[in-house]
């Protein structure tokens, strides 16, 4: 036989073999067909042709055999496969078996999870088959669906969508639109929808499907039950519980109904699981159970008990247990289903086709760790799609489902974020019996359920270790981007926010959203579900705000996906919102958004599902917020009940419930009944949880809490210790909850007197909050409130301000200042002034705190008899009885009205009233009270409490008063007992006892006894002095009191304050308690040490002094640069949006923002602070040097009486016969007392004792606990900068400032201001800067020098010191930019200001103070600006020799007197402090010098007119005074400065636009047109502030002195007054028409610029002034910064203007038509001003002004200019007199001109003269220097008394002119150089007083010789003629008037 005839017969039989396996294939028996296709080939290698028909049959066996393996997921063998069918595809060069061999290589690919590989192959075979043409159009539809199922499983909705799209066009081309197809593509798209979560249209779909089965039902009853499914997922998607239920039972009674076997159909137990998980959702527990286990029957009956569907069985059940609670049993299935997840898959063969499964899994904890509130459990199980490719088998890959058991779910609270998967029960059931299934998606979700479990447990790195472990899988198999990666990285997050780690947890959630948004688009639920998830941690930090604006993107998201409101996730992002109000304190807004949750859990759940109960927990603890205890049970019981109908009795959820009743029950005082709650919920927890759960540790921390208020505090702090311990274990000292513990533990050591450890503990919760929190949580502010508790009751009072203000400068912003941690913090302020005394400033407090009170809580809650209470307790220290008990009353009748009659803040309250009665001497009602306090005190506490023996000792002092000694000794010694038990025997408050018991035995004659007693209160006294010389030995420090220093025993309010705040705090996120118990532990040594500190202080008085420490720092500026911006950053403040000029700039109606601040550390002050800081210092140096006269100490032993500071009785001293007056002793130690001060009778000498004794009890609280201090501070001025401002600057200016200059980085120097609505001014930057410099720098006389060390440089520096720095820094692009633009604008300064370079000192700091960026790189920067300045500041202030200046105590304490703290309109209010009294009864707006010399000297605090001259300037510096020495007979004194300046600027500051009568408007509109004012228009402004007639009188001499005003005299003899006020002119008036003029040349006056470069409008207006006063008329007319004066007399006008730096003169005179009249006009104005020189006299008068209001720059030379014609420059006369006639030379251009000028003001009969003379008559035409010889004579003859008053009222002017060269005046007048010498040390630090008392000195010593013509003639020696000038002006004044 031939070889092709064999070839031809073997051929033959490999087409028979390969016929049987295709029918074998196509009947599903795989095994069979597979072994047919091998022995096909096998054959077929027989074969040694290679023909094409060869070709071929090889080829149909390799594709087939590839489709089989592919359909058995064995994917290797696949793929070879289908390589050798394409590589014979190719060599046929058959495309369309090439197309066929993509498309499987493609499904290989997407088995694999190669989706990009399977589109590129899918795409390439689409290409091929479109190429080709003549295929069957359902092939290309199929191909269609297959990328669609592509773009699906990558989540790119939208593609798979088109291609579905373009498949069903093609479908509906070719077959019947109710095709079974059809239906299955409406199902697909359905899917997609519902993926989309566009569930409307998802239902759509499925309708459409549904309908299309329905039309042949008996044939599609699968497909009719897998539709009913899909429907039922959709609703449950929707929160529609009941309607998916009842599609699932509808798909299910369908199943039974065609299933022939229903115990072992898979397809009826994946049904079992979608109801079950329907249970789950309703939280029927054991229902979903149930059905589990039904459906896990069937399972193990069919597939046995190691196959993928009974793992996630196991799973599902899992996590029922998790929502149980029952975490042991759900970690128990967990490891179950892990176990048979990770064993290797069989594939049973005789399934044809298996099944691709992609799963994602969400399971989310709640992010703050209470099991009440675990959220997001799933956002979507198994994603796999039910398609149904048309001419495929059923069980294609893709059609595959993942079975809804699978789904995962994880608890409760509504904060769950669910999308399920749809199922296709028929086509994808059977597969998955035998598919090769999914086993790494399973793993991964495995692992991450139980790291859920592990963080429920509070095992934090068990559970991320979980986490990391399921994501490293996924990651591995999913790539970056899958939405699963995104849920692990949410539920890492939990793990993190539980551990307390936000920044952590918050960089998880944005991971998991740059997934979400990638992957899902913008509106997914998901991301609403991470959106709640970090709205959470932002909760959780105290950021409210941002908090809330998550949730609402994330219920936006909710809304739009769940169309409308009625879904259990909006429910839940309604009850998280309502909790960030709750945290803020607004109960009404939480309680709206709870009741919004609630009618949608109701409508959704029912009234007994857990997220019911846990709306109704959580409305319980809004109750106890606002003090309602019953609804909160009520609530909490409703609560309770839903809890246990759901959960078994020991779930931890029901242990939670009790811990919280249990707090109510000791917010009620109710203690046994909490601590039996309290220990209920720790037994459950006991019991269920692991011993070391966080939980346990919250219920011990409740527990310590309960016997903290039961005074059982060593219990407290062993329970918060072993809460601590399990806390410690847990998160690893970085939580928040740790440091709520450290937190509570310190308000326990606080409680028991242990002052160190209480603040060691709050330090410790500090410093985690500040890690965790930022330092801006309201958590850190209740920490700042403690502490200043603490420091309180130290008496360290300075300090608790500075923490409560630190507090208040954290929740203001924060919680807003209506929230009732606010309110407790202006309670614990009140409570520090009570303390100091300063009753007004704390009924103000306590009247904030009551106002924000009643508007949270209504008139009946406990917070609002609590401050009743603090209120009436201030009435009671000032000794206003009645009112104490009618507003104590007001308190008690509340506290009865809902508390429980024997709650212990009834007790308090009783107490206090009997306080009230006693002091009252109604001691029947004192006794009737103390009985009911105690009797509640026994109830609440048992009768071995702390408080009980307070109620012990007010009792037993009743019983002293009454002389009811036997009664009073049972009573003390019951309290004695008490006291021991608590403190033992060593502890000051035993000893005042025991010093009473003494008393009482004396008054009973039992004087063994008494004797007994008292040793041992020596003892105690020994010991605690030992103790403390131990104390300040290793402290430094000889202040270790503790407690309230003047109140021996108990503070003002003990248990009633410990008790109700106490709830407070723990209801208002733990803020400490009100802690009045902090006072028990008061000085032990107090007595002795207060003896010593009154010798020190009398002593002090004498001689005691310290360097200064203020000084004052002034932000200045052009207006609208941001000056307050900066001052707020630099002192920490908040930014305004909107920041307003300055001038009213906060609710005191203060002008200038005022802040005192600490230059060594930056901590803000109050000044009152600083003075007394100021005076302990000086007393505590004369403690330290131990000065102790012995006259003194007997005195201060003998009659200081300690004051009580709270509503008790004062301190008891032992009782003694011995008379306690005072008599003068002869004793030579006597200590001496001021000879000017106190008059030789006792009598005085007790008044001035007394007023020892009054000061220092004023000032002695606030040292206690306080060392020395040397620091220094700044009184920091924002002071306006509108240019109108300007001349009201001299009288607040001081050349002892230092000056903060802030210009616009974002302006040119050059450019006109700009304001904020970017309107120009018409000044520029460089001209406002000038202003400010020239008033600063050139107001100053001091040529003072100081060498500074700063920017490692040693610079040399005048002063005073302008700082130069820049705002705007925002408008900036580059730090490069803006560097150069500030040395530009620098250079430009210095440039046109040089003589003020040394003046400056330029520190390149830009601000941003941009109030709308507050991100975090912006707060740096300016921190660091801040520091930067503060670091300059402080460089300078320290080189500073006024700071170095001794200050006597003197000065400070009449500098407390005069000091006006805050701004109040007058009151009839009673001010009964003793410093309020002086301040109300003594100290004036306006004063006179002998009125303050009066209040010296009657207070003791006067030596001699030189040093209270000295104090005044010294006040003056500070700017806490403004004192005028030129006002008044010697000076007046403004004390309230603020005042001042607001009346200043009320007349000076016009507005647009004001309300009145006509004739009002008419005022405003004369003074801004004419620059005048009348008497109306000032009373009229003035009106608002009730000036009575004398004081307006002395404010409008106190201006003109200062020359902001200048009166006109009347022609017409008018009553009512005009006033020249020029500035207020508006820029817009019209110049003067003098068109029909003839005018002069302009004339120049100035000054060099290396002299004086700039001339301030407050000169010129001070000009315009002095020429008015001096031409005495009214016809003045007005421009913008121009004025022009009529001479009547001379027949013609001056106009004086001003230009830039110089001041410009001409003169007019209206032509004459007339010739002969015109020139007689000529002649006689020439000859005018020849004779009379104006010019002259205006250059006199200019630098008379300048030397006096610019004593920097006295004995400048005033020159006269003229304006080069060629150049256009200034040019100076001088030195231009040897050219011939009119002619000059330009010193610039150095060109000749004529000059005009020269000859219009050289006058008539100079040009008479002939040429050769010109020179000489110039010189004495412009001579600035000449003296009129003929008013000197007449002033040269006098008579004595005349002359010595002349002579005197020139000292001021001399003294300031002269500055720096009086001792050259001083030798002239032949004054002794010894004098000179004294005078410089003395008064070293101003040189106006060096010259005023060498002026003084020479008038005693030479009188009564010394007279006027001396002065002339030495200052003449001098070359003085200025002064010599100015004088001889006065004197003509001082002649005429």
């Known amino acids: 036989m031939t070889n092709q005839s064999i070839d031809i017969t073997v051929l033959e039989e490999v087409k028979s073999i390969y016929a049987k396996g295709l029918t074998h294939d196509k009947a599903n028996n795989h095994q069979l067909a597979l072994s047919y296709y091998a022995q096909s080939l096998n054959r077929i290698n027989l074969i ?563 997220h019911v109960g846990d709306v109704y927990y959580n409305i319980a603890s809004i109750y106890v917020h606002q003090g309602k205890n019953d609804e909160a049970l009520m609530m909490y019981n409703k609560s309770l009940q839903i809890i246990l109908l759901v959960y078994d009795d020991d779930h931890f959820r029901v242990a939670m419930t009790y811990n919280s009743i249990g707090t109510i029950y000791c917010s009620q005082g109710k203690y046994d009944d909490a601590l039996l709650m309290h220990k209920k919920s720790l037994d459950i927890l006991l019991l269920t949880l692991d011993n070391n759960h966080p939980d346990i540790a919250t219920t011990y921390f409740s527990i310590g809490n309960v016997y903290n208020q039961q005074g059982k505090y060593d219990d407290a702090i062993s329970e918060y210790r072993k809460a601590l311990k399990i806390q410690l274990l847990a998160f690893n000292n970085s939580h928040s909850c740790i440091a709520d513990t450290y937190h509570n533990m310190g308000s326990a050591y606080n409680d028991q007197g242990k002052f160190d450890d209480a603040l060691s503990m709050y330090n410790k919760s500090l410093k985690i909050k500040l890690s965790l929190l930022g330092d801006h949580h309201p958590s850190i502010a209740d920490t700042y409130n403690n502490m200043g508790i603490i420091y309180c009751g130290h008496g360290k009072y300075d300090d608790a301000l500075s923490m409560h203000h630190k507090s208040l400068q954290i929740l203001i912003p924060t919680l807003g200042d209506n929230h009732p941690n606010i309110s407790i913090t202006y309670i614990n302020i009140g409570r520090v002034y009570t303390i100091q005394s300063k009753f007004d400033d704390a009924l103000a407090l306590f009247e904030k705190a009551l106002k924000i009170d009643l508007s949270i809580y209504g008139n009946n809650h406990p917070s609002i008899a609590q401050t009743y209470a603090r209120i009436a307790t201030v009435y009671a220290e000032q000794g206003k009885y009645d009112q104490a008990l009618l507003v104590f009353e007001k308190s008690l009748k509340i506290q009865l009205s809902v508390l429980d009659d024997n709650h212990p803040s009834i007790g308090n309250t009783y107490r206090d009233i009997g306080s009230i009665y006693h002091k009252q001497g109604k001691y029947d009602d004192a006794l009737s009270m103390y009985k009911k306090s105690f009797k509640i005190e026994v109830f609440a506490f048992g009768d071995r409490h702390i408080n009980i023996s307070a109620t012990y000792y007010k009792m037993g002092n009743v019983f002293l008063d009454q002389h009811k000694y036997p009664d009073a000794l049972t009573i003390y010694q019951k309290a004695a007992d008490i006291l021991v038990h608590y403190h033992g025997e060593n502890h000051p408050h035993v000893a005042d006892t ?202 201060a032993h003998q009659t200081i009486k300690l004051q009580h500071l709270s509503i008790d009785e004062p301190y008891r001293y032992p009782i003694d016969s011995q008379s306690t007056s005072i008599e003068r002793s002869n004793d030579t130690t006597t200590t001496s007392t001021p000879s000017n001060t106190l008059a030789s009778s006792p009598k005085s000498y007790n008044s001035y004792l007394q007023h020892c004794r009054d000061f220092f009890q004023y000032y002695y609280p606030s040292w206690l606990n306080k060392t020395a201090d040397d620091s220094q501070y700044a009184k920091i001025w924002d002071f306006g900068g509108h240019s109108i401002y300007h001349v009201t600057h001299q009288p607040f200016l001081s050349g002892n400032s230092i000056y903060t200059l802030v210009f616009n980085i974002n302006q040119n120097i050059h450019d006109k201001i700009l304001t904020r609505e970017q309107q120009s001014l018409n000044i520029t930057y460089l001209q406002a800067m000038q202003e400010w410099l020239t008033s600063i720098i050139g107001g100053n006389g001091s040529q003072s020098k100081i060498t500074v060390d700063i920017d490692h440089d040693h610079v040399t520096y005048s002063l005073p010191i302008v700082i130069l720095v820049a705002s705007h820094g925002d408008c900036i692009t580059s730090k490069e930019e803006g560097s150069k633009r500030f040395i530009q604008f620098e250079r430009e300064l210095r440039s046109h200001l040089p003589s003020y370079n040394s003046n400056i000192y330029s520190s390149r700091i830009i601000f941003n103070c941009n109030p709308h960026d507050d991100s975090e790189s912006i707060q740096a920067e300016r921190d660091q600006c801040s520091l930067r300045l503060h670091e300059i500041m402080k460089s300078f202030v320290q080189s500073l020799p006024f700071m170095r200046n001794p200050i006597p105590i003197r000065w400070y304490i009449m500098a407390t007197i005069l000091h006006t703290p805050i701004i109040k309109n007058d009151s009839n209010e009673t001010v009964t402090s003793f410093m309020a009294q002086i301040r109300a009864t003594r100290v004036h707006k306006i004063m006179t010098v002998q009125e303050i010399q009066s209040l010296a000297q009657d207070f003791g605090l006067y030596e001699d007119d030189n040093q209270l001259i000295a104090m005044l300037n010294y006040l003056h510096d500070l700017g806490e005074i403004i004192f005028c020495r030129k006002a008044g007979q010697n000076g007046i004194i403004i004390t309230n400065v603020d005042w001042l300046l607001q009346l200043f600027r009320a007349i000076v500051q ?239 251009c150095h060109a000749l001109f004529e000059s005009q000028a020269i000859s219009d003001w050289m006058g008539y009969q100079e040009q008479k003269s002939c040429s050769t003379d010109q020179p000489k008559m110039l010189a004495t035409a412009f001579s600035s220097n000449r003296i009129d010889r003929e008013d000197d004579q007449e002033q040269n003859s006098p008579t004595d008394t005349d002359d010595r008053v002349d002579l005197r009222k020139h000292f001021y002017h001399i003294a300031t002119s002269i500055s720096s060269n009086w001792p050259k005046l001083a030798a002239a007048l032949l004054i002794d150089y010894s004098h000179v010498e004294a005078i410089r040390h003395d008064y070293r630090d101003s040189v106006f007083d060096q010259a005023m008392q060498f002026l003084n000195i020479w008038y005693r010593q030479g009188y009564p010789r010394a007279n006027i013509n001396q002065l002339l003639d030495a200052l003449q020696q001098l070359g003085r003629n200025d002064i010599v000038m100015k004088i001889i002006d006065i004197n003509k004044s001082h002649k005429k008037e």
Not at 1118 to 1127: F, L, N, T
Request: aromatic content about 10%; proline content about 2%.
């Open 994 to 1195: 025991y010093d009473l018991i003494a008393d009482c035995y004396d008054q009973q004659n039992r004087r063994d006894e008494a004797t007994a007693m008292r040793q041992k209160v020596n003892q105690i006294d020994n010991h605690l002095l030992q103790t403390d010389t131990i104390n300040h030995q290793s402290t430094g420090s000889s202040n270790q009191l503790q407690g309230d220093p003047l109140q021996p025993l108990e503070e003002d309010k003990p248990a009633s304050d410990s008790s109700y705040q106490q709830v407070r705090s723990k209801q208002t996120s733990k803020l400490g308690k009100d802690q009045d118990n902090s006072d028990k532990g008061n000085d032990y040594n107090q007595a002795l040490k207060e003896k010593q500190y009154f010798s020190a202080y009398v002593n002090a008085l004498q001689h005691g002094s310290c360097k200064n420490k203020v000084i004052r720092a002034m932000y200045i500026g052009p207006q609208y640069v941001g000056k307050s911006s900066i001052m707020k950053v630099f002192t920490k403040q908040q930014l305004f949006k909107v920041q307003f000029p300055t001038q009213i700039v906060d609710e005191s109606d203060r002008m200038v923002q005022l802040k005192v601040y600490k230059i060594q550390d930056r901590s803000m002050y109050d000044l009152d602070e600083v003075w007394n800081s100021s005076i302990h210092t000086i007393v505590q140096t004369q403690v330290d040097n131990k000065i102790d006269n012995q006259q003194t100490t007997v005195l």
């Open 48 to 610: 040694n042709d290679s023909s094409q028909e060869v070709d071929e049959i090889r080829y149909d066996n390799y594709f087939h055999v590839s489709k089989i393996y592919i359909r058995q997921h064995n994917t290797d063998q696949a793929g070879q496969f289908v390589e050798k069918a394409l590589a014979i595809a190719y060599k046929l060069q058959n495309y369309f078996k090439i197309a066929e061999c993509l498309d499987c290589q493609a499904n290989i690919l997407n088995l694999e999870g190669d989706y990009d590989g399977a589109l590129h192959d899918y795409s390439k075979s689409l290409a091929i088959k479109l190429k080709l043409g003549g295929i069957k159009g359902l092939d290309i539809a199929i191909l269609y669906l297959k990328i669609g199922n592509i773009y699906f499983q990558c989540d790119n909705y939208n593609d798979a969508l088109t291609m579905y799209e373009k498949s069903f066009k093609i479908q509906l081309s070719a077959i019947d639109y109710n095709h079974p197809i059809i239906a299955n593509i409406y199902n697909n798209i359905g899917v997609i929808y519902n993926d989309q979560c566009r569930y409307d249209d998802a239902l759509t779909m499925f309708e459409k499907s549904l309908k299309i089965k329905l039309l042949a039902p008996n044939d599609n009853q699968s497909g009719i039950a897998t539709t009913y499914n899909n429907l039922g997922i959709t609703y449950e998607e929707q929160g529609k519980y009941d309607d998916a239920l009842s599609m699932f039972k509808k798909s299910l009674q369908i199943r039974l109904t065609v299933s022939n076997d229903s115990d072992s159909d898979v397809s009826i137990a994946s049904l079992y699981n979608n109801i079950a998980g329907i249970y789950v959702e309703q939280g029927k527990y054991d229902d979903a159970l149930a059905i589990y286990e039904i459906s896990l029957k069937i399972n193990l009956s069919v597939i046995g008990d190691h196959h993928p569907l009974i793992a996630r069985t196991y799973h599902n059940i899992g996590n029922i247990y998790s929502h149980q609670g029952k975490f042991d049993d759900a970690l128990w299935m967990y490891e179950k289903s892990l176990e048979i997840a990770l064993l290797p898959v069989v594939v049973d063969g005789n399934d044809s086709k298996i099944a691709h499964i992609r799963v994602d899994h969400h399971m989310n904890e709640d992010s703050n760790g209470h099991h009440s509130q675990y959220n997001n459990l799933i956002y979507g199980l198994e994603k796999s799609i039910d398609i149904q490719l048309p001419t495929l088998e059923d069980h294609h890959p893709s059609i595959a489902k993942a079975d809804k058991s699978a789904k995962d779910i994880n608890h409760v609270q509504g904060r769950h974020n669910i999308a399920h998967p749809i199922h296709s029960y028929t086509e994808s059931l059977q597969v998955q019996l035998s598919a090769a299934y999914d086993h790494p998606s399973l793993v991964a979700i495995i692992y991450r359920n139980i790291g859920v479990i592990y963080n429920l447990q509070g095992k934090y790195d068990d559970a991320m270790s979980m986490h990391k472990k399921s994501l490293n899988m996924d990651l591995s198999r999913l790539g970056d981007n899958h939405p699963r990666i995104s849920d692990t990285y949410n539920s890492m997050g939990n793990v993190y926010g539980n551990q307390g780690k936000y920044d952590d947890a918050l960089s998880m959630y944005n991971k998991a959203l740059q997934i979400q948004f990638s992957a899902l688009g913008d509106h997914h639920p998901s991301i609403a579900n991470t959106y709640n998830n970090m709205a959470d941690v932002y909760n959780n930090q105290g950021r409210y705000t941002d908090a809330i604006y998550v949730y609402e993107k994330s219920l936006k998201i909710l809304q739009s996906a769940h169309s409308g409101d009625n879904h259990p996730n909006i429910a839940r992002i309604y009850h998280n919102i309502g909790t960030v109000h709750k945290d803020q304190g607004c109960y009404d807004d939480a309680l709206s958004m709870y009741d919004k949750s609630l009618k949608i859990y109701l409508s959704v759940y029912g009234n007994k599902d857990v």
């Open 1550 to 1788: 016009l507005q647009d636009c004001r309300s009145g009568s006509l004739q009002i408007q008419s005022l405003y509109e004369k003074a801004s047109q004419t620059g005048t004012i009348s008497t109306k228009y000032i009373d009229y402004v003035l009106l608002e502030y009730n000036l009575d007639q004398e004081i307006k009188n002395s404010i409008i001499h106190l201006m003109e002195t200062y020359d902001i005003l200048c009166e006109m005299k009347s022609q017409n003899n008018s009553e009512e007054r005009h006033y020249f006020v020029p500035y207020l002119l508006r820029p817009d008036v019209e110049p003067f028409d003098i068109s029909q003029y003839h005018q002069s040349d302009w004339l120049y006056i100035g000054y060099e610029h290396t002299d004086i470069p700039y001339i301030p409008d407050g000169i010129y207006y001070c000009l315009l002034s002095s020429c008015l006063k001096e031409w005495n008329n009214i016809h003045i007319q007005l421009y913008y910064q121009c004025a022009k004066y009529y001479l009547i007399k001379d027949c013609h006008y001056i106009i004086i203007k001003k230009d830039h730096s110089h001041i410009a003169l001409q003169y007019c005179y209206k032509k004459s038509t007339k010739s002969q009249v015109g020139q007689l006009l000529v002649d006689k104005i020439k000859h005018s001003i020849y004779n009379n020189r104006p010019h002259q006299l205006i250059q006199s008068k200019l630098s008379s002004i300048v030397d006096d209001r610019l004593p920097k720059f006295k004995g400048a030379t005033c020159r006269f200019y003229i304006r080069c014609c060629e150049c256009n420059k200034l040019v100076t006369i001088n030195n231009q007199f040897e050219l011939p006639e009119n002619l000059i030379q330009c010193l610039h």
